[in-house]
């Protein structure tokens, strides 16, 4: 499996200001994904990022809310916007294995917004 | 219906003791079927894959009926270390993983 890395691995930020989230694979990858995690609760996918295209947003998602940047195949990065205390959650991106949807993920960005 | 139903739980069993978890899911158009472990405050690792009627790894058997859209987890001789949380996982295609809100497993000396 690949090796994933994110940072922050936390964060406590004041409403109204914006945190970018970092995640780096050890090895090419064509997709990545980001979810959320709130608290007691299961993941929630944010949108896939792909190399070279514009990442595609779930519904509730929106691109201005999370920003993704996907410059090469090893690195992305998700932004929380305009954060409120709702926006309080495990962040988490993950990368296809390629073998019928098994998915990998990083150690996740735990974010408090006060 | 949810897409992806799990008992949360939590189920508390001793040591040495057999625990099954289900899971049910809605979409019969499912390809594949993962059990993923999460323990506290950390992220989920790929426990077991299920593409077929089943698969078993050591202690951990899982189960698919595609009749029923079902899916289940054996542990066998539940060790301290198990104690976690289980998410059932559904891939229906366009990379796309369902998760379901996870079962708690407390495994007590």
């Known amino acids: 499996s690949a090796v994933i890395s994110q940072k922050p691995s936390r964060d406590i930020c004041q409403r109204g200001t914006s945190l970018t989230i970092q995640c780096q694979v050890d090895?090419?990858?064509?997709?990545m994904f980001w979810y959320r995690q709130q608290p007691g609760q299961s993941l929630t996918l944010i949108a896939t990022?792909?190399?070279?295209?514009?990442?595609?947003?779930e519904s509730g998602f929106v691109i201005d809310k999370f920003p993704i940047s996907r410059p090469n195949l090893t690195f992305s990065t998700l932004t929380v916007s305009n954060m409120s205390p709702e926006d309080s959650s495990i962040y988490l991106c993950?990368?296809?294995?390629?073998?019928?949807?098994?998915?990998?993920f990083g150690p996740g960005t735990r974010l408090l917004v006060l | 219906r949810k897409e992806v139903e799990q008992d949360p739980g939590p189920f508390n069993v001793p040591e040495g003791a057999t625990v099954a978890f289900n899971c049910t899911y809605s979409?019969?158009?499912?390809?594949?079927f993962f059990w993923y472990r999460q323990d506290c405050r950390k992220e989920p690792k790929l426990l077991m894959s299920?593409?077929?009627s089943g698969n078993e790894d050591g202690r951990f058997t899982a189960q698919l009926n595609r009749a029923s859209q079902y899916i289940s987890l054996l542990i066998r001789d539940s060790k301290l270390s198990d104690s976690a949380t289980y998410l059932c996982?559904?891939?229906?295609?366009?990379?796309?993983?369902?998760f379901g809100k996870g079962t708690m497993l407390l495994v007590s000396p």
């Open positions: 993950s990368v296809s294995s390629g073998q019928m949807g098994t998915q990998y």
């Open positions: 090895s090419q990858v064509t997709m």
């Open positions: 990022a792909n190399q070279g295209s514009e990442a595609t947003y």
């Open positions: 979409n019969s158009a499912s390809q594949s």
């Open positions: 299920v593409y077929s």
């Open positions: 996982v559904v891939y229906s295609g366009y990379s796309t993983l369902t």
